[in-house]
């Protein structure tokens, strides 16, 4: 595990790293209350699939302990609003409504048969899905790793690390895990506009983890790719259709067909957590669409005319025709999506 640790359960607390503070200033905010949750959630002081699902779920162990339930149904009615509430806080990534009904169907559980038992059941499923989502990481640099070639160059989009995850990251994890192989790998560093995930948030990883990197800006990854030469891209997901299609960071889409116009693999990385097999295709995935200060602000200083105005959807859909391959715990899926992700699920 790395030194930083983005997310904490201490002292029936939860304790999460500010993301919005890195790389300048490494500092923690303590949780007890989980609308306080939903709300850290929504303003990005943890962002990324999975760690915003683990998250969540110890949203739901405060919201358990906060209530004032004295039945278990009470509690349990307590319970399914506080999970509403804390699905609101961002819609793309299917990891929040995962989480969410992970522990919703554990403190379900007809054996359980006190308040303090559901309370406690809820707190075990929510270190359950922390301790599910790091072996995940884990495994998916042990998949990856054949698919990196020796001294690959390799653009990353956005944030994947363990910043994202709570653990080992996903796309970032490719990387680092090439890396300590000794395979001698180079990272280009999409920056992530508008939030800046990759230039604050993924610099930053990848120099604890002493990976070489540079930072590009977004529109510079088509030169990169014509004039360096990149090997492979990787990146992250917040939703998997069953047909492949994927959601992720704005951005994504574009980079994934610079890389099919250069002959490049493009990897998506994510866990099975990831996977929404009740959505038929990325058309029904929707796309959180967030203030417009993102866009004319910079570092809070505004950088557009007044009164401009800005559309800013935080991710985009990646049609699966663009993929190479998506790396999961679960193994390396190829197309045809549809029914190899259908086997990798266990839908057959
Ligand atoms: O808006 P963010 O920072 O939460 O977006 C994060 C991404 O798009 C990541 O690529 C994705 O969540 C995968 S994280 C392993």
Redesign the pocket.
Known sequence: MPAYRPIQWVDGRLRLLDQRELPARVTAIDYTDYGDVADAITS?VV??????GITAAYGMALAAQQSAARTVDALRVDLAAAGDRLRRA?P??V?LTWAINRVLQRAGDVGLETVDAVRQAVLTAAHGIYALEEQSNSQIGVNALPLVPQGAKIIH?????PL??GAY????RVIIAAHEAGKGVYAYVDE?RP?L?GAR?TAWELQQWGVPHSVIVDGAAAHVMRTIGVDLCV????RVAANGDT???IG?YHLAIAARAHGIPFYV???TS?IDMSLASGDLIEI?QRPAEEVTHVMGRQVTPDGTAAENP??DVTPAEYITAIVTERGVVRPPFGGNLRVLMGCE
């Not at 962002?47 to 915003?52: T, V």
């Not at 990251?169 to 970032?172: H, I, R």
Request: glycine fraction near 12%; charged fraction near 15%; charge should be positive.
């Open positions: 990005m962002r990324g699939a999975p760690a915003i961002r793309t990534a990891n989009h956005c944030n994947t690390g994202a995850t990251g996903t796309a970032l992530t939030r995930q948030l990146v992250g997901c917040d959601a992720n960071k994504t990385v994510g866990p990831t959180e935080a991710f």
